[in-house]
């Protein structure tokens, strides 16, 4: 399945390229890349235990991330 995920605090260059090599080691994760610009990665995982892996992972390194942009305001907050 593949899926974007939206990170919650920019990457750096240099963190991005050693958080790609360690999440290609996840088995389960394929195709992954990182936008930096944007805080977009996008992976293809088969499945909910691989996406959790990554999920691990990336907080294991103090990144969290939603599936949704962080910089999203809901129409709906404020009801």
Same mark, same amino acid.
């Given at each position: 399945?593949?899926?974007?995920? $939206? ?7 240099? /963190? =991005? ?7 290609? =080691? !996840?088995? &389960? !994760? +394929?195709? !992954? =890349? /990182?936008? +930096? ?5 996008? $992976? ?8 959790? &892996? *990554?999920?691990? *992972? /990336?907080?294991?390194? &103090?990144? +969290? $991330?939603?599936?949704?942009? +962080?910089? $999203? ?5 404020? /009801?």
């Amino acid at each position: 399945m593949k899926e974007t995920v $939206f990170l919650k605090k920019p990457y750096n260059k240099s /963190l =991005s390229a050693n958080v790609l090599k360690k999440a290609k =080691s !996840i088995k &389960g !994760i +394929t195709n !992954i =890349s /990182l936008d +930096t610009k944007n805080c977009r990665l996008t $992976f293809d995982y088969a499945t909910h235990n691989a996406y959790e &892996g *990554l999920r691990a *992972l /990336l907080d294991s390194l &103090g990144y +969290t $991330f939603s599936e949704a942009p +962080t910089n $999203f305001i809901s129409p709906y907050k404020n /009801l």
